[in-house]
């Protein structure tokens, strides 16, 4: 497969389209053949005109009479959606469903290769230090951001001093936020803190009311609480808003004005084709992609950019939000805004292996925020996958693999020191250090992160939420 075609459903359509181009050219000759009335030629005429407009707009090109469109026409410069099941690889990852049939969870790079992204290599991580001047996260040092669109982009202009700003999201669903929510946000703290920069934060309130079976008023009540896990990983409030698009979009007529900008540029075949969606599904899930797409776009955010329309954006998100972006991408030279570009991280994996990503509505899936100390070991103890031996025999003699350990995987995530993980790595490996024992050396780094959140978020007050989420001028020059 080329890395540009559309899924199956849109290049469908597409060549229905263009077999009705065709016969509606054909008709056109056949009436004038037949002298019909002016009128009804006309008519024809502007029909024809008008599916050619839908065709370049699909395409990015004209229809020409007998080129049937290739495999690799519908909306150019973008990768397959939903990677759907196609090509039987067991990998799933849509902003829906994420799985993989593999113990060692999703083929990430061939993720790069079906999404038409780039791999952050190493060179782009010693660029990065260089840049900084500062050692990378270590979620950079271990690949755990492991995509990217234009980041060589973002550090030229950073280098000749031009600004950019960062945006992610949270899609509120529940009150209840796990250690993997909290990844983008870890990592985004770590941005905006190396490079001075305003963060924008949307809260996608409205998302979760078209999606899951909730009020308005339970949507927006989980995105203010979730604004107060947020505001717990360190942000800074003069360079940071945080919005519910409930609360946002009714106040700011430069935001909706770009929602329905995004509107008029992508057709339901488009988002048909990126996100799956079917004729039963409601109109408010059909439009919402222009709502996760505008926050992109400076302009939306006049209190903080004023009238430039300029200013590069760079999101940080996990991989499955990619389809939101490769259409936000799509669309932005269309409409005379930059792309954004993307820092995308792999998924955090179920306490019960690597095939999934963890479920909120699971409590012995994942480590919550709420866990208390004891809680968590019995969790890890108890439901920690691991890639241990069945025995201390034969552990000891032919070692652990740490490549679907999730105990280990959680490490990777968490301990800060290179040399100690690898280390650990190398002892698990070997089997002189036993599955307990590694299990242990998790619970002992949990503890006291998933601690030291609680107390900062206890120091989150309701007036502190309130500031970080009212539009605002924030600190920053262009
Ligand atoms: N759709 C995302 C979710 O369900 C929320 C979101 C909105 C987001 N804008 C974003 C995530 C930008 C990452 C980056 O979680």
Not at 148 to 173: C, I, N, W
Not at 316 to 333: E, G, H, K, L, S
Request: proline residues 5%; aromatic residues 10%; hydrophobic residues 35%.
């Amino acid at each position: 497969m080329t890395d540009c075609q559309g899924d199956g459903e849109a290049a469908k359509s597409l060549m229905e389209l263009y077999e009705k181009l065709t016969a509606q050219g054909d008709k056109i000759r056949a009436l004038k053949t037949a002298a019909a009335e002016k009128a009804e030629i006309d008519a024809a005429v502007q029909l024809l005109l008008k599916l050619k407009m839908d065709y370049k707009e699909m395409t990015g090109q004209d229809y020409k009479a007998g080129c049937p469109p290739s495999e690799n026409s519908v909306v150019p410069n973008n990768g397959p959606a939903a990677d759907g099941d196609d090509d039987d690889d067991g990998d799933t990852v849509d902003p829906w469903n994420v799985s993989s049939t593999n113990a060692k969870g999703v083929d990430y790079d061939k993720l790069i290769v079906k999404f038409g992204s780039s791999k952050i290599d190493k060179d782009l991580v010693d660029r990065i230090e260089k840049v900084l001047g500062q050692k990378p996260h270590r979620f950079l040092r271990r690949g755990i951001f492991f995509s990217h669109r234009d980041m060589h982009q973002v550090l030229d202009a950073y280098e000749k001093h031009q600004s950019f700003y960062l945006y992610t999201g949270r899609g509120p669903s529940s009150e209840a936020m796990h250690v993997g929510h909290l990844i983008p946000f870890i990592f985004t703290k770590w941005l905006q803190d190396v490079f001075d920069i305003p963060l924008v934060i949307q809260m996608t309130d409205d998302e979760k009311y078209l999606w899951k079976d909730l009020t308005l008023e339970e949507c927006h009540h989980y995105a203010v609480e979730n604004a107060k896990d947020i505001i717990a990983c360190g942000f800074d409030v003069n360079k940071t808003f945080i919005f519910s698009d409930l609360d946002y979009m009714g106040s700011s007529p430069e935001f909706y004005r770009n929602v329905v900008k995004i509107q008029k540029h992508v057709t339901f075949n488009q988002v048909k084709g990126i996100f799956g969606f079917t004729d039963s599904d409601c109109i408010g899930k059909i439009s919402f992609p222009a709502i996760q797409a505008a926050p992109s776009f400076s302009n939306s955010f006049p209190q903080i950019f004023g009238e430039r329309k300029d200013i590069q954006c760079l999101i940080p998100c996990a991989i499955d939000q990619d389809p939101y972006f490769r259409m936000t991408r799509d669309v932005a030279p269309r409409i005379g805004y930059p792309k954004p570009a993307l820092l995308h991280s792999t998924f955090f994996p179920a306490l019960q292996g690597a095939q999934t990503k963890m479920s909120a509505s699971d409590a012995n899936s994942s480590i919550f925020l709420t866990d208390t100390p004891k809680q968590i070991k019995n969790k890890v103890n108890k439901h920690a996958f691991s890639g241990g031996k069945d025995t201390v025999e034969e552990h000891r003699k032919s070692g652990g693999n740490t490549d679907v350990d999730v105990s280990f995987m959680y490490l990777t995530f968490f301990l800060e020191d290179d040399e100690e993980l690898e280390k650990i790595k190398q002892d698990y490996t070997s089997g002189a250090l036993l599955t307990g024992e590694l299990k242990k050396i998790l619970i002992e780094t949990l503890q006291p992160m998933i601690a030291q959140h609680q107390e900062r978020r206890k120091q989150v007050t309701d007036e502190m939420v309130k500031q970080f989420m009212t539009p605002r001028p924030l600190n920053f020059k262009a």
